[in-house]
């Protein structure tokens, strides 16, 4: 069972090694063995706005630190 707070992406036209590529046997070979293919920019946004989402709720349970001397 996934969270209750879990999102589901699907990206349009990447394939499982995370590029872009047609169902078309020549592009998802290059797929595999062209390192020149970048990754779905899409899944790099996604990703990026995962970290950032957790980041800032992480900072919001941060008790409040007080510079106070010893």
Known sequence: MAKP???LRMIEGM???LKAASLDPEQQKAS???PTLPVV???VEGISQ???AR???R???QPLRRNVPQ
């Open 59 to 61: 900072e919001s349970h």
């Open 50 to 52: 995962f970290i950032h």
């Open 5 to 7: 707070d879990a999102e």
């Open 55 to 57: 980041e800032r709720l």
């Open 41 to 43: 920019p899409e899944l």
């Open 32 to 34: 595999y063995s062209d």
């Open 15 to 17: 394939n499982h090694v």
